[in-house]
């Protein structure tokens, strides 16, 4: 019996499936920008994403709720064992946001987290969330890149009602 190679035969179009996930993604899971420091740098988006491409920083949409106005989602995922509350866990990521200032330039925030697709819920209600090591993790890839950046502090949005 001969076998055939479904990829052979089906184009999937991946690209409009990915589309339309990120925007369904938009549409359902929306918050706030969250506020605190943020690095500053005047480069592209492209630029960043490239420079920290060179240390394993990934596009990361699909697995991250959408922060209204972002233009960067990137993570980079790491093995690493560490204990919460008696359980250990073994996957982590630097997950590292960013958005487009009134001057044109990009404002980083990041945070350190269980990477999402091992660790579901626990990654939901917010186990070993850990802003400043995030922070100082983005620092660290910025400093090694030859990135400049200034240090600012966004306060929280206000709501209009």
Do not use: C
């Amino acid at each position: 019996m001969t076998s055939i190679n479904l990829w052979d035969v089906v184009h999937v179009p991946f690209d409009v499936v990915r589309d339309g996930y990120r925007q369904l993604r938009k549409a359902l899971f929306t918050e706030a920008r969250p506020s605190g420091e943020y690095f500053v740098v005047d480069r592209s988006v492209e630029e960043i994403e490239a420079a920290l491409g060179e240390y394993s920083f990934a596009p990361n949409w699909e697995f991250s709720y959408h922060k209204r106005g972002e233009v960067m989602n990137l993570a980079r995922v790491v093995h690493e064992r560490n204990a919460v509350d008696g359980t250990t866990y073994r996957w982590w990521q630097t997950h590292l946001r960013g958005w487009r200032n009134d001057d044109g330039r990009i404002e980083l925030h990041a945070h350190w987290e269980l990477e999402p697709t091992e660790n579901g819920n626990p990654h939901i209600d917010g186990v070993g969330f850990d802003f400043d090591r995030g922070m100082s993790t983005l620092r660290s890839f910025l400093d090694e890149a030859g990135i400049e950046y200034e240090s600012t502090t966004i306060e929280p949005e206000r709501s209009d009602g």
